[in-house]
């Protein structure tokens, strides 16, 4: 059974720095079929794609947040961690990680984390 | 950037209506394209991948199509339980794109 599930802080400071982790299992992170990224949803407003990893640790990021994220994982702890700096509170969202999957063709997010809600507020 | 644009934005039918949603993309992403159904409160799922294939488990009432640029998501017979936000997702190049969302309400 595949698995995802996000943890990190539910409250950060303006300025701070956002660490949050992707605890998966039912499959390992270095399956060459498979990756992780990280997408977000503010209240009210669209789904917006944040970073990936793929199985062999090449990474991509949204071209408007590149400066101020980070993505790596630890295939032995079976985790995917999303840092994100200089926060602010147009970054309150929730946050998910999920599973791409590439079949015959490119990928699509098969499995989804719950999401966790992170608030920006001093 | 590949951008996504979704029409309309919000729509409201009735349960038994068609439903046709329409994605474009801002270049060529051949088949590159995924449709998502988003709950308030709950995880995206996903129902057509490669613009065209059902994901498992996924009722038959849902349909894609189109190639290119342009792409369709159809709900043949609305139920109630398909009142929800819709997005479309290009895979075709990084940094991969979702569309702004087209809501389903009730009428």
């Known amino acids: 059974q595949v698995t995802l599930k996000e943890s990190g802080p539910v409250l950060v400071k303006p300025t701070e720095t956002l660490t949050l982790t992707c605890t998966v299992s039912g499959f390992s992170l270095s399956n060459a079929r498979m990756g992780v990224s990280w997408i977000r949803q503010p209240p009210g407003k669209a789904l917006e794609w944040l970073a990936h990893i793929f199985s062999n640790d090449e990474k991509s990021y949204s071209t408007s947040l590149k400066s101020r994220l980070t993505i790596s994982k630890d295939t032995s702890k079976s985790q995917v961690v999303l840092t994100m700096t200089n926060m602010d509170p147009v970054d309150t969202a929730t946050y998910y990680c999920a599973r791409s999957y590439y079949g015959d063709s490119l990928p699509y997010f098969d499995y989804w984390g719950q999401g966790t809600l992170v608030t920006v507020s001093s | 950037d590949i951008q996504m644009t979704q029409s309309p934005s919000s729509l409201s039918a009735s349960v038994g209506d068609r439903v046709t949603i329409t994605c474009r993309a801002s270049q060529t992403i051949s088949t590159s394209l995924n449709w998502y159904q988003k709950k308030p409160g709950k995880a995206p799922k996903v129902l057509i991948y490669?613009?065209?294939t059902l994901h498992s488990g996924v009722p038959s009432r849902f349909s894609g199509s189109g190639s290119g640029t342009d792409f369709t998501l159809t709900i043949s017979s609305l139920q109630l339980e398909d009142f929800a936000t819709y997005y479309c997702q290009q895979s075709y190049s990084t940094p991969w794109t979702f569309g702004q969302g087209t809501k389903v309400e009730i009428k």
């Open positions: 490669d613009a065209f």
